[in-house]
């Protein structure tokens, strides 16, 4: 039920007053008011990342008090504060600020303590690299995609031509010196046997392989058949008492005696290097 009092209403038990015209009009100057009493932030369109910008917060009403300071420590919303300093006409503050990450970065609303606050603030910041490329200075982001890379294979391949060079070197030069080493081993082999301690017949023929292994060593394969005439031929005379002397001790003759060593060793350093000497 509803009862009509004068200007107002009421609504079971309730009434509502209905502001005038004047009143409302006042209350939207005011806000209007207040809300062009807001400092302004002069900024360029967009930052460039890693690089120091400027942004000025000023007060554009020359009338009015200087701007405090604004509360703000080492970081502008997302941005870098690097430095800060008054406006030379005291009407606003400048901030140096640099920009660390890509994309949208949006400055809060500051407090500057006589109760106003500045506007919030947006700026674009742009990426160095696009999406998907390599991430390169501060241009990466959480969405890029490292490259696929393949390792350089044949590049990489040219760093063995050196060790492999040096390899094949050594190797010519370990088979160039394998005859010399064989020779060597055979000439300490029958060393350690010759002369012979007894007349046994094993130790007779183990000298006799020694010594053939050694001819062989020296002068080729085909020493191993040479007999007393083919050693007198090539001038290697203890050569050939050493197979007469192993023949007759073989049959239990002393003589002729076994040569000594040192004539023996004596024979092959004086024969120049050869192989298969006919």
Known sequence: MAVRISSHWCWLGGSRQRPSAGKTGLLLLLGALFAGAAPTWNSPTGLKLGELQVLELREDDPLKPALPRPTVEDHLGPLRLRAMEPLPDGHGWRFQVQALEPGIAMIPALDLGNGQRSPELRLEVPRSVPYGGPWVGFGGGNEDLLPAIPFPWGWASLLLVPPLGLAAWGIHRWRLGADRRHLHQ?????????????????????????????????????????????????????????????????????????????????????????????
Not at 191 to 217: I, N, S, V
Not at 219 to 234: N, S
Request: proline share 11%.
């Open 186 to 278: 055979a000439l300490l082999a029958f060393r350690r046997q010759w002369p012979p301690r007894d007349r046994e017949r094993a130790t007779l023929d183990r000298l006799h392989q020694l010594g053939r292994e050694l001819l062989a060593a020296r002068f080729g394969e085909v020493a191993r058949t040479w007999g007393p005439a083919e050693f007198q031929a090539r001038k290697l005379g203890p050569w050939a008492e050493w197979a007469q002397s192993l023949d007759a001790a073989r049959f239990g003759f002393s003589e002729p005696p076994f040569p000594a060593l040192e004539p023996l060793v004596s024979a092959l350093e004086e024969r120049p290097p050869g192989r298969g000497q006919s």
